[in-house]
Structures are given as C-alpha cells and as structure tokens.
C-alpha cells in the first residue's frame, strides 16, 4: 500500500531542492529566512493550562440519559 502522505512530503522536498538547483547552501539560506518571518513563530503549547472541562468523560455509548 503507497503512503500518500509520505508520498507528498517527498515530492514536496524535491519540488523545493529543484527551485534551488540542489544547492544545500541556498535550501539552508531560504529555510532560515522562512523561519525569521513573522507569521512562522513557534508556539509552545506546553505552557498552557488544560481545559478541565474538554477532559471530563463523556457519556458511553448506549447509556440512557435521565
């Protein structure tokens, strides 16, 4: 069975070594330019406190309400 995940992630990195003529210096220049744009910020969601109500159990299935 073909992933086609993997299958679009790989021609995406061929697609974008092809712009840059398989030159490692220019993919490397052009990923760090990407990276200092402002819209690309990490965001660490570690920090952030869980929603205590999206983590309580919910009704089973087949279970009758009252």
């Given at each position: 069975?073909?992933?086609?995940?993997?299958?679009?992630?790989?021609?995406?990195?061929?697609?974008?070594?092809?712009?840059?003529?398989?030159?490692?210096?220019?993919?490397?220049?052009?990923?760090?330019?990407?990276?200092?744009?402002?819209?690309?910020?990490?965001?660490?969601?570690?920090?952030?406190?869980?929603n205590i109500?999206?983590?309580?159990?919910?009704?089973?299935?087949?279970?009758?309400?009252?």
């Amino acid at each position: 069975m073909k992933n086609e995940i993997l299958s679009e992630v790989w021609r995406n990195r061929d697609e974008f070594a092809k712009r840059h003529n398989y030159d490692l210096n220019a993919m490397v220049a052009t990923l760090q330019e990407m990276e200092r744009h402002p819209l690309s910020a990490i965001v660490d969601r570690r920090k952030e406190t869980p929603n205590i109500k999206s983590l309580q159990p919910t009704a089973r299935r087949g279970a009758r309400r009252r």
